[in-house]
């Protein structure tokens, strides 16, 4: 029987991180056996595109503006939104959900007037984050 661990430690240099697998045997004459492999860093959390399912984000998106509005009708209950990072290393949440780098968030609801969906992204580098707001308003009728 293996045992198979997967762990991230930060490398000598800044610009790596290791990421450590040990497999170890429960047979005594297997020794454990450890292999290294190195993948860059990135320090990049800007979002390449943003898109949302149902309105038009005001302002346009611009990976620099972290702010944005979007109106929908009132017969719009739910709506979704598709995060792509700049960097394919980076980790995309909305509302705290982990969402697949450029793919669909859950469906989130909404209520009549503001919703806040907020959109985060950790780069590769593990301290570096941007933080995007998409206030949803929903009209009364």
């Given at each position: 029987m293996f045992n198979l661990n997967l762990a991230a430690r930060?490398?000598?240099h800044a610009a790596l991180a290791l990421f450590a697998i040990t497999v170890v045997?429960?047979?005594?004459?297997?020794?454990?056996s450890r292999i290294g492999v190195a993948a860059p860093q990135?320090?990049?959390?800007s979002l390449r595109s943003l898109a949302v399912s149902v309105g038009?984000?005001?302002?346009?998106?611009?990976?620099?503006?972290?702010?944005?509005?979007?109106a929908v009708t009132a017969a719009t209950a739910?709506?979704?939104?598709?995060?792509?990072?700049?960097?394919?290393?980076?980790?995309?949440?909305?509302?705290?959900?982990?969402v697949t780098n450029g793919s669909t968030s859950p469906s989130i609801p909404l209520g009549v007037g503001s919703t806040s969906v907020i959109v985060v992204v950790l780069a590769s580098?593990?301290?570096?984050?941007r933080t995007y707001t998409i206030t949803v308003v929903r009209a009364a009728t």
């Open positions: 930060r490398a000598t045997s429960s047979c005594d004459d297997i020794a454990a990135v320090a990049d959390a038009t984000l005001t302002p346009a998106f611009d990976s620099a503006t972290t702010s944005y509005t979007v739910s709506i979704t939104v598709t995060p792509t990072a700049s960097s394919s290393s980076s980790t995309v949440a909305v509302n705290g959900t982990f580098d593990l301290t570096t984050s």
